[in-house]
């Protein structure tokens, strides 16, 4: 799959997430519709994990390629 086709299935499976969200907030859905959205939303999110995952290997290959530095982990309570 090549990059951009990655990025945009990204940006479509975390549209489609979204949708999914807002359908079981709404508790409109019965107990089966509610328990196939959650199956189809664990399943996007695993592949858009997989996704950030390759992005963030490609990054720290940059890095390392070009100043030798490394990612530190994201801490946000640290800001």
Known sequence: MSRKSSVRQFEDNITELETIVAQLES???S???ALKAFEKGIKLSHDCQQVLTQAEQKVQI???K???ERL???DP???
């Open 62 to 64: 940059l890095l390392e």
């Open 77 to 79: 309570e640290a800001n």
């Open 31 to 33: 107990l089966e519709d």
């Open 27 to 29: 508790n409109e859905l």
């Open 66 to 68: 070009n100043d030798g």
């Open 72 to 74: 530190e982990p994201f």
